[in-house]
């Protein structure tokens, strides 16, 4: 399957700091990527959608001035937690799909603690 | 009604016994469906994918697709313990968003 790269893995920050999160897609092209959150023992939520050059498309309740999502090549797309807050702490993982195929490829995930 | 249901386990099955896990959706527009395993801190995996309606097989996972009754499974024989894991089904409406369900939690026991 298709490689995406997520890094860091893991962060820890103070509280009113923000973090920035990168994914990358390494042997394929990615004109969409999709920010997902998941809090211990429940299922993937999708944050927003992010489009290479132009605006990213948020799922209702996400804030998008608190994650801010720039996709400025086919093969990187990166989210700012601006401002984080303990409420923030959470396992973030990016994914892009291949082609019209429908599959998703996730990267590892970022795990955010925020004290 | 959630868009994608799983029942969220524990599935609990002896080594070498054939898991059955289990997905509805509420869409009939569904075109794609997907079958994830995540281990526990780590990132999802996807392990099967079907299209059309009948079985899929790969290895030992066979993914069933009943578009009739919007039901869609996954079949793991000869589990392992290392089959331990949350699977996550995944439902794809002909756009780029996957709707996943809640997962469900396997167990396979020596």
């Known amino acids: 399957g298709a490689v995406v790269s997520q890094h860091p893995s893991r962060v820890i920050c103070k509280s009113g700091t923000s973090v920035k999160i990168e994914c990358r897609s390494l042997?394929?092209?990615?004109?969409?990527m999709f920010w997902y959150r998941q809090f211990p023992k429940q299922s993937l939520m999708l944050m927003a959608t992010s489009n290479e050059g132009s605006k990213a498309t948020y799922e209702q309740g996400v804030e998008k001035d608190k994650f801010l999502i720039n996709h400025a090549s086919l093969t990187l797309s990166t989210l700012t937690v601006t401002s984080a807050h303990p409420e923030d702490s959470s396992f973030y993982i990016c994914?892009?799909?291949?082609?019209?195929?429908?599959?998703?490829?996730f990267g590892s995930g970022t795990q955010l603690s925020v004290l | 009604q959630k868009e994608v249901e799983q029942n969220s386990g524990p599935l609990s099955v002896p080594e070498g016994a054939i898991a059955s896990l289990n997905c509805t959706y509420s869409?009939?527009?569904?075109?794609?469906f997907f079958w994830y395993r995540q281990y526990s801190g780590k990132s999802p995996e996807l392990i099967m994918f079907i299209y059309s309606n009948g079985d899929k097989e790969d290895g030992r996972f066979t993914a069933q697709l009943n578009k009739a009754s919007q039901y869609v499974s996954l079949l793991i024989r000869d589990s392992q313990p290392s089959d331990s894991a949350t699977y996550l089904c995944a439902v794809n409406r002909n756009t780029d968003k996957l709707i996943f369900g809640t997962g469900t939690r396997l167990q396979v026991f020596p």
């Open positions: 042997d394929f092209q990615a004109t969409t």
């Open positions: 869409d009939r527009g569904s075109q794609s």
């Open positions: 994914s892009a799909g291949q082609g019209n195929t429908g599959k998703l490829f």
